[in-house]
Each structure stands twice: as structure tokens, then as C-alpha cells.
């Protein structure tokens, strides 16, 4: 015993878009969109393709402009580490030593004796926010770790 079969909504799909005046081109680049919206005409947004060809195949160059100047604004760190000495380099080391020198056991201890867990997950509590700061942070005074100060 066969089944029940599904109706065929092809002709009335159509029928019902040229009732509204459209002229349907179904293919794989304008699924069920009008014909004048793939063409670009009435003011509607063209492809992605259409639009890198008026550059002569290369980005937009106001584009590239506006997205170094927010990547600027969002990862601090772009603007000043073309610009960093190195005679700056021995301090940035030291004093990262230093913080290590207590970041490392206090934020195990944290873990262990108040928060009853893995003294691991201490460790990524203290390493992992601060790799997301050093490239994503914009305060040079800012510390992010687990500290009771």
C-alpha cells in the first residue's frame, strides 16, 4: 500500500508570483528571489561578487580603512606594539617574573582551599584571562587574576 503523496506547489507558486508581478528565476544564486533583486535594480543590495568587481576584483579601499581603524579600537595592541622599544624589554620581563612569583601560588591556593577545586583550574583562572588582556585589554594598570585586593 503506497503512501500518501505530497502536492505539487510548483504550479501555484508560480502562478502566485506572476499574479504579483514578479518575474521568478529559480536557480542556485537567486533562490525564490525576484529577478529584479538579483539584477540590482530597485535599490536592492547586489551580491558579493558584483560588488568586488567594481574595485577591479580588490576589496573596497574605504573598506580596508574603516576595518584598520576599528581592528585599532578593539585589539589595543595594534597601534603600539610597532612602536614598542626594546629597551623596555628587561623591565616588561622582570616585573612579569614578579607577578608570577605570586600570582602562581596565591591563585592555587585559591582554588584548592576556598573554592575546594583543581589546583589546574587555579592556574587557568590566572593564565588565561590575562593572555585575553595582554591582547584585547586597553589599560596598561589593570591587573586580571584571581586576588582577594
Known amino acids: 500500500m503506497a503512501g500518501p503523496t505530497s502536492p505539487d506547489y510548483s504550479a501555484a507558486t508560480s502562478r502566485a508570483a506572476s499574479i504579483r508581478g514578479y518575474d521568478m528565476n529559480i536557480d542556485e544564486t537567486t533562490a525564490l528571489l525576484p529577478a529584479a533583486a538579483a539584477s540590482g535594480q530597485h535599490g536592492l543590495p547586489l551580491p558579493a561578487a558584483a560588488t568586488a568587481t567594481e574595485h577591479g576584483g580588490k576589496p573596497d579601499p574605504g573598506m580596508l580603512a574603516k576595518i584598520r581603524q576599528r581592528s585599532k579600537y578593539y585589539v589595543p595592541g595594534i597601534s603600539w606594539i610597532p612602536n614598542y622599544s626594546i629597551s623596555y624589554l628587561l623591565g616588561d620581563v622582570l616585573s612579569?617574573?614578579?607577578?608570577?612569583?605570586?600570582?602562581?601560588?596565591?591563585?592555587?591556593?585559591?582554588?584548592t582551599s576556598l573554592a575546594h577545586l583543581n589546583?589546574?583550574?587555579?592556574?587557568y583562572s590566572a593564565a588565561i584571562p590575562a593572555l585575553v588582556y595582554s591582547v584585547l585589554?586597553?589599560?596598561r594598570h589593570l591587573n586580571v587574576a584571581p586576588e582577594a585586593a
Not at 612579569?96 to 582554588?111: D, E, F, K
Not at 589546583?119 to 592556574?123: D, E, F, Q, Y
Open 137 to 139: 585589554g586597553s589599560s
Open 119 to 123: 589546583p589546574l583550574t587555579g592556574l
Open 96 to 111: 612579569g617574573l614578579t607577578v608570577g612569583c605570586i600570582l602562581i601560588p596565591q591563585s592555587i591556593s585559591y582554588a
